[in-house]
């Protein structure tokens, strides 16, 4: 069965300050990987994806297949980065996502 | 940019009343997925749909829930006797897989509130 994890529920950062959002996955086949973004009040977006290997907003992610990590990071927080972040998980049929983190930047 | 529509944005009923979801996917998507989110909770997976048929289903897709196709746009979520527990935000998403794109887009959500 495949499972992500975010340790995190919520994350604090000062801005300016570099994020790091948590996510760890368990799967047995190829994982495609992706973070989703969730502004207060509107849709899921997708923000990026592991295949693409592209910087969205400032933010990369890294998909780590030895440590079974797709983490999200940004080296300089923004105000308008406060969201809720989720990091899902596709296989064949099914897109399944973590619990989520809401990060919370700090003017 | 294409969009996946949702209607109504915000529905509330009284339980034991059926409840049916619209959503018209981004119309070269073939595969059509229902995801709900309790206030405060994660986004948890309902059902996947593909080729006029459920494809998967999770635990909490009882024999409650049902979805369709009626047409070739419209992709339904019905809830036959709604629980005041089902009150959460429903998403319906759909995704596109080709040429390897994978890239599953939401829509706004509809607020489905029992009482």
């Known amino acids: 069965a495949q499972r992500v994890t975010q340790p995190e529920k919520l994350l604090s950062v000062f801005k300016g300050a570099p994020v790091e959002l948590k996510c760890n996955y368990s799967?047995?086949?190829?994982?495609?990987l992706f973070w989703y973004v969730q502004y207060s009040r509107q849709r899921l977006q997708l923000l990026l994806r592991?295949?693409s290997r592209e910087s969205i907003k400032g933010f990369t992610a890294d998909l780590n297949k030895g440590e079974t990590s797709f983490h999200l990071k940004k080296p300089f927080a923004q105000e308008e980065d406060s969201a809720m972040y989720y990091c899902?998980?596709?296989?064949?049929?099914?897109?399944?996502f973590g619990i989520g983190t809401k990060l919370q930047v700090i003017p | 940019e294409p969009e996946v529509t949702q209607t109504p944005s915000h529905q509330v009923t009284q339980m034991g009343q059926e409840v049916i979801l619209r959503c018209v996917p981004i119309?070269?998507?073939?595969?059509f997925y229902w995801y709900r989110q309790i206030l405060g909770q994660k986004v948890e997976f309902l059902v996947s749909?593909?080729?006029?048929?459920?494809?998967?289903k999770s635990e909490i897709f009882d024999d409650q829930f049902s979805v369709e196709r009626p047409d070739g746009s419209n992709f339904t979520l019905k809830i036959r006797s709604t629980k005041l527990e089902d009150s959460a935000m429903y998403f319906c998403?759909?995704?596109?897989?080709?040429?390897?794109?994978?890239?599953?887009?939401f829509g706004a959500g509809s607020r489905l509130t029992v009482l």
């Open positions: 998403a759909s995704l596109d897989r080709s040429s390897g794109a994978n890239v599953l887009t």
């Open positions: 899902a998980l596709l296989s064949y049929q099914k897109v399944t």
């Open positions: 592991h295949i």
């Open positions: 799967y047995s086949g190829s994982p495609e």
């Open positions: 749909f593909y080729n006029n048929e459920i494809s998967e």
């Open positions: 119309s070269n998507h073939l595969y």
